[in-house]
């Protein structure tokens, strides 16, 4: 009798979704008859190891859906490395609270500084921390909703970039942007702005993005909306990448820095 009563359980779980706790079942009643546990602590135990369990994969699926380059983490990052980085500002914003006002990240940085990377640990945090995160390099991003535009679905595209709680565009400033493409990334702003964050890494000057656009009214544009709400981090110091031949003394050619630009906070 017990034997049916368990395989009814275990279906009745399985059924529910429960899948977790239908398989740990026995396991778990096993446990709690060695500890005397009560009915309630049994319980308890078991669905919170199904909470746990999906978690584990709400967590993993977010993380492939968005598409970051690596899983790297803020902990990993070598700050004594770049001593010009504010770590009180990042302390702060690790704590995502920029995330839930809607406010925006900038990295400012020549290249190989620690701008993705860092970018990338604030990402991990938040898909931890439960929200929805999604990464595109700004030459993907165009390509991809020139391709949508092509084919007649841009208004379905623009989800994947307006949807998600923080949205990360990184390596803006390697390619100049003809008209129709900073239109996109104006729209793009436009769209997220005060309904969205963005993290957004850039080797270039503010005052360049004219250029970079070429067209200095919708960069004034995209800068007045980007900056509105923004915390801007400059990073100013050698590559990060090199960090190990400058160990042994191997010496480089510095990149040239970029000095301190005070955006709003």
């Given amino acids: 009798m017990l034997m049916v009563e368990l395989e009814r359980i ?26 005397e546990m009560t009915y309630a602590t049994f319980l308890c135990g ?34 004594a490395f770049q001593p010009s980085i504010d770590t009180r500002l990042m302390k ?29 640990g604030l990402a991990m945090k938040a898909i931890t921390a439960g929200m929805t995160v999604y990464y595109a390099s700004l030459a993907k991003l165009i390509a991809d909703l020139k391709k949508a535009d092509d084919q007649s679905r841009l208004e379905r595209r623009w989800r994947v970039y307006t949807r ?66 923004a915390h801007v981090v400059n990073i100013r110091g050698d590559t990060y990448r090199l960090k190990d031949r400058l160990k042994t003394g191997v010496n480089i050619v510095p990149p040239v820095n970029i000095p301190a630009i005070n955006g709003p906070a």
């Fill in 46 to 79: 078991l669905l919170d190891t199904e909470e746990q369990a999906r978690k584990r994969r709400s967590e993993e699926t977010r993380l492939k859906l968005s598409r970051l380059p690596h899983r790297k983490t803020l902990e990993e990052f070598d700050f």
């Fill in 164 to 229: 998600p709680d923080l949205l990360i565009v990184d390596e803006v400033g390697y390619m100049q942007l003809d008209r129709s493409s900073a239109e996109l990334l104006f729209r793009l702003i436009c769209e997220r702005y005060e309904n969205g964050s963005i993290i957004l890494t850039s080797n270039k000057y503010f005052s360049d993005w004219g250029e970079l656009m070429n067209d200095t009214v919708i960069a004034t544009a995209v800068l007045d909306r980007l900056l509105h709400h």
């Fill in 10 to 35: 275990r279906k009745l779980l399985g059924d529910f979704g429960l899948s977790t706790a239908a398989e740990l079942l026995d396991a778990r009643l096993e446990e709690a008859s060695q500890h």
């Fill in 92 to 120: 702060e914003l690790s704590t995502l609270a920029f995330v839930a006002r809607d406010e925006n990240v900038i990295f400012l940085g020549p290249p190989g500084v620690g701008k993705t990377h860092l970018a990338v």
